[in-house]
């Protein structure tokens, strides 16, 4: 069974930086995986951030940005605002021929203190 | 405007059945792919299934095999999900998500709908 790891919780203070992670029990993350990153605010939906590793979602804002950092996926941010208090996901993509699957990482809490 | 609605969710006793639907707008369901993700009360997010594009290539979880069916309506702008022999542990609020084919990526997620299984 595959399981996507990633931090439980993580804090930040405001105007300031942090970079959340998301590895995988299979190996390196890679490019190939396709990483998504979601935030999700309590009682919401989530709302698409990143995907195909680095590319932002046209509202998403420009101090939001995804990279590869040492077999994980990573999203990271920069010049935080208190409004970035939020749950993170990111997502894996598996595929393997006609088999494929996509497996949620295990999610992080991000408190602006 | 460009949106998804569930709906169909509820309380259903276990080995009970349900379908949801979701309600595409601003585009055709023919052009995108759709994914169900679910959330159990207080805890992350699961993927479900996913019906690519062309309507014929379909994915699943390993959780959901053999129980859960997606589905869609052209006619209707619809996808649905079949959900049989339900369990406690299939207790959650479903979202309907648009996905691109590649790179994978799920871009837009409706509001979601509660299933609740309960004796």
């Known amino acids: 069974q595959t399981v996507v790891t990633q931090e439980p919780s993580l804090t930040v203070s405001p105007g300031g930086t942090v970079t959340l992670t998301c590895a995988s029990n299979t190996g390196a993350v890679t490019s190939g995986n396709y990483p998504n990153w979601f935030q999700q605010k309590p009682g919401q939906a989530p709302r698409s951030l990143t995907y195909n590793t680095v590319n932002r979602q046209s509202w998403t804002p420009a101090r939001f940005s995804g990279s590869l950092l040492g077999g994980k996926a990573a999203l990271t941010l920069s010049g935080v605002q208190p409004e970035d208090e939020a749950e993170y996901y990111c997502?894996?993509?598996f595929g393997d021929g006609d088999a494929q699957t996509w497996v949620f990482g295990t999610g992080t809490k991000v408190t602006v203190l | 405007q460009v949106q998804l609605v569930e709906s169909g969710g509820g309380v259903v006793q276990p080995g009970g059945s349900l379908r949801l639907s979701c309600a595409a707008s601003g585009f055709g369901i023919n052009r995108f792919g759709i994914h169900w993700v679910r959330q159990a009360p207080g805890k992350g997010l699961e993927w479900v299934t996913f019906l690519r594009y062309d309507g014929v290539s379909k994915h699943y979880a390993d959780s959901v095999k053999g129980r859960l069916t997606i589905s869609r309506d052209n006619s209707q702008n619809r996808v649905y999900l079949q959900m049989n022999s339900l369990r406690l542990e299939d207790t959650a609020v479903y979202y309907c998500?648009?996905?691109?084919?590649?790179?994978?990526?799920?871009?837009?997620w409706g509001q979601g709908t509660l299933v609740s299984v309960s004796p």
């Open positions: 998500a648009r996905g691109v084919d590649w790179p994978p990526s799920i871009q837009l």
């Open positions: 997502l894996l993509y």
